[in-house]
């Protein structure tokens, strides 16, 4: 076995105080991964218990319907609070943005230090209100349940206020480090696709995040002492808290996509060795999203008895989105045009998520017209829709950025074999479990049910098969990844000729990102200017 | 079996005036999405075979802007999306706004049942009665939490809100029996919460109107009160067969001693379970939770009777 014997960010400074104390991003970085990688593993066995309890093999069922509906929220809230939220930003956002922008650090590295700590401590709350008897309101929280149900809605969502500060300081940290330092020399222009959405994202993590805090501490004083702005026994209005949490949610499904969004154009053009065409329109479609992002909500309550009128203007804004999404994916397409197409893991998982994405997308259609919505609202259709959009689309994202990035982390490569075969059985499993949703959906069945009618048996059965190969590939993922940590081959320092300002360092970095001041020479996807001689994949 | 022999791959067949309409619309994004996708998908495989990297590749070039390109890619969607948006949301008013002759049924929704109240008095639990042919106004409201009222063969669903009404309406066109589902979720029966639409001919229903009213005549008490504890939904919460649900089952419990959750406890007879089903929260059985809703004013003495005859055969 080889050793990493020069100095990295990971052998200096030495002892567990260097860790838990550091102001790295990386290294702040790298103790996201472990954490968001804690939780998706948390939130993953609890949806294979959904799965198992929803198969009714023989009638027979795993759990009570208490138990059940527990699972579910938590499933919920641990997925979106405590993994998708902060997957690619808080963990590779993290480690990576510095140094494509040529930085040492991010702008604050106390307040990024601080927002992981606030963080773990709001997981920490989160994971409490399990063992204090759990949350059966489902992730959404929606009143007035949530204000009556006799389960611990306090500690769960006090969890998810603390999480939402450790989200706003992450923003906070990465807008003011893309303001103040760049490179001398990178204009808007020239910097990295990831980077814009990561900017993106930042901008709706400030301004979003704070309206869940608030329609938290309102949820939480209503439950407590009954101030009555939800409950209609007192003059308030229960359906005025899905405008609220709509108002936050709904940007936040675009906190969980951009960066996703971002890491595909990172990759696509690295192992296509292709300019990204129209860069700019993916840069500027990030924008358009966040903004547009900020005025849809309401097409989550097309069924809640808003006014048609409402309906109406929530469904044509969107429609809008649905505008920069498509260019985006048209973009990528055409970026593998003449390229010189590598099927590298990290390649797999990009074009999964051009397939999964485009699914997800466009079953939004389905959605976001009034006709149809009323017939798919709140149904499996719904499920399978957004499972495409967020683990179709920002999951596979992240495990593309994870494999691309997981030799500049750790300095070691993984089995490409294994990491293969993984993918495939993802891809296949993932297709398996929620593309039978949709016609589950579509044919009525309606979401969050314990039971259902005999009819929709066969179709929940091939869902659970679907889950285990599904999960068997995380399985295999998480044994080649750690076998790779312990056995792994030493990786070049740019494994996969990327032109990326993160790769002109070594692999892993040293702890002040550069040993000496990059020179910008060429754009970061400028691979029509320079002599390839590679062989990769 | 992923087809079904009687709808189309993806939808279940309908049964209202709109049901077709909506599915039309359905399926025309379904085709749009299915030429998208192959778009995408073809552009993939074809790409990915046609540019496969081989060894020892030179400077890779191609084009990195097309005007043209990206004006034809924008539009072509706009264009589209702006079809389905017209469309969906024609339709919608369509389904939103009821003809003014429609007959109107009061729909309450509560944990975990529902409750029709007719315009001559009669009402039903878990079992909406209506003439076919007829368009059908549901003024709807809930005692509780929100529920949602959904008929997946009518292609309805709305929202049922405590404090405040809503309205959906549909006109069924063919006899029969239909399912309807809570779609919001409202606890732990949200799933038991599962009600049938009956659509008879206009004489039937007219029929049943009238005897709607004397419902179990001409039969036992302990028959009718079999009826009524499916009808009025007894069943979602307590089972016969001795599994506990959300309330204590029924099974062997006439004449036994219950335990009650302040510690004393009661000899289920008539009257302790009149008052159970009267006054709910008065006397609670240890080990549940206080959720079961009065049932006074929904059931009349008979009905009592007969559902004690019929616990009392529950040995």
């Known amino acids: ?537 | 079996m992923i087809l079904d022999t009687t709808g189309s791959l993806f939808l279940p067949p309908g049964h209202s005036t709109f049901s077709g309409e909506v599915d039309s619309l359905f399926n025309f994004i379904l085709y749009a999405s299915a030429v998208f996708l192959a778009i995408v998908v073809f552009g993939i495989i074809f790409f990915v075979l046609r540019y496969r990297r081989r060894p020892k590749e030179g400077v890779v070039t191609g084009p990195t802007h097309s005007t043209a390109l990206e004006i034809i890619w924008s539009v072509i969607p706009t264009i589209l999306v702006i079809i389905v948006f017209f469309w969906g949301f024609r339709l919608y008013l369509k389904m939103s706004i009821p003809p003014k002759d429609a007959l109107e049924i009061k729909v309450t929704g509560q944990k975990w049942f529902w409750t029709f109240d007719y315009p001559n008095g009669a009402n039903t639990l878990n079992e909406l009665v209506v003439p076919v042919g007829k368009p059908v106004k549901l003024l709807m409201s809930s005692r509780d939490v929100i529920h949602g009222f959904y008929i997946p063969d009518f292609r309805i669903k709305m929202d049922v809100v405590p404090n405040r009404y809503t309205i959906t309406w549909f006109e069924a066109v063919q006899t029969g029996v239909f399912n309807i589902f809570c779609t919001q979720y409202c606890g732990k029966g949200h799933s038991e919460m599962i009600a049938k639409v009956k659509v008879l001919g206009e004489r039937e229903y007219n029929d049943w109107l009238i005897s709607g009213t004397k419902a179990g005549e001409g039969m036992s008490l302990e028959d009718f009160g079999a009826k009524l504890y499916v009808s009025r939904a007894c069943v979602t919460c307590h089972s016969v067969d001795g599994t506990a649900n959300v309330g204590p089952s029924l099974k062997m419990i006439f004449g036994h001693q219950v335990k009650l959750a302040d510690g004393s406890s009661v000899s289920a007879d008539e009257n302790y379970i009149r008052e159970s089903i009267l006054n709910p929260q008065a006397r609670i059985v240890a080990g549940y939770q206080s959720v079961m809703p009065t049932f006074q004013g929904i059931l009349n003495d008979r009905e009592l009777d007969a559902l004690i005859a019929y616990i009392k055969s529950l040995k």
């Open chain 1, 1 to 537: 076995m080889e050793t990493l014997s020069e100095r990295n960010y990971l052998n200096e400074p030495r002892g567990w105080k260097s860790w838990i104390f550091t102001l790295d991003h990386k290294r702040i970085g790298v103790m996201y991964l472990i954490a968001i990688m804690a939780s998706f593993l948390l939130g993953g066995v609890f949806a294979m218990l959904i799965r198992m309890e929803l198969l009714h093999f023989g009638g027979k069922h795993l759990m009570g319907a208490q138990t059940y509906n527990q699972v579910f929220t938590l499933h919920g809230a641990i997925m979106i609070f405590l993994f998708i939220i902060p997957s690619i930003p808080a963990a590779l956002g993290n480690f990576v943005l510095p140094q494509m922008l040529g930085a040492k650090d991010v702008a604050f590295p106390r307040l990024n230090l601080a927002s992981f700590y606030i963080y773990v401590f709001g997981a920490l709350f989160a994971v409490y209100s399990m063992s204090t008897g759990a949350v059966d309101t489902g992730w959404t929280f929606y009143t007035p349940y949530s204000t009556t149900t006799n389960t611990s809605v306090i500690s769960m969502t006090l969890g998810v206020l603390i999480l939402g500060f450790s989200s706003i300081f992450t923003g906070i940290n990465f807008i003011v480090t893309v303001h103040k330092l760049r490179l001398p020399g990178m204009t808007w222009y020239k910097m990295p696709l990831f980077v814009w959405s990561l900017y993106a994202t930042a901008i709706i993590q400030v301004l979003a995040t704070p309206i869940l805090g608030i329609t938290l501490i309102l949820l939480m004083l209503e439950r407590t002492f009954g101030i009555g702005i939800f409950d209609p026994a007192m003059g308030g209005d229960p359906v005025l808290y899905q405008h609220f949490f709509w108002f936050y949610s709904h940007p936040a499904v675009y906190i969980m996509i951009l960066p996703a969004m971002g890491i595909i154009s990172e990759l696509i053009p690295v192992f296509s060795r292709r300019k990204i065409f129209g860069y700019k329109a993916i840069a500027f479609s990030s924008l358009a999203i966040a903004f547009v992002s900020f005025l849809v909500w309401g097409h989550h309550m097309f069924v809640s008895g808003q006014s048609q009128y409402a309906a109406m203007i929530f469904s044509f804004l969107t429609f809008l989105v649905a505008i920069p999404s498509g260019i985006k994916i048209f973009n990528w397409l055409a970026t593998l045009y003449k390229g010189s197409i590598s099927l590298a893991v990290p390649m797999l998982y990009s074009l999964s998520f051009l397939f999964l994405f485009t699914i997800g997308g466009l079953t939004g259609m389905f959605l976001g017209a009034l006709a149809t919505d009323v017939h798919l609202h709140d149904t499996y259709f719904v499920v399978a829709h957004f499972h495409y959009v967020m683990m179709g689309g920002t999951v596979m994202a992240f495990l593309g950025g994870l494999h691309y990035w997981w030799p500049k982390i750790w300095g070691r490569m993984y089995s490409e074999f294994w990491a293969r075969i993984s993918a495939v059985l993802v891809f296949l499993g993932f297709n398996i479990t929620f593309f039978t949703q949709f016609i589950l959906g579509a044919k009525g069945m309606p979401r969050r049910y314990y039971n259902y009618l005999d009819q929709y048996q066969p179709l929940h059965a091939y869902s659970t098969y679907g889950s285990w190969i599904l999960a068997l590939g995380f399985i295999i993922m998480a044994v080649y990844l750690i076998h790779s940590l312990v056995k792994g081959r030493r990786a070049p320092d740019n494994p996969w000729q990327s032109l990326g300002l993160e790769w002109t360092n070594s692999s892993p970095p040293p702890p002040e990102n550069f040993t000496v001041t990059p020179k910008l020479t060429h754009g970061p996807y400028d691979y029509d200017k320079i002599v390839s001689g590679d062989s990769t994949g």
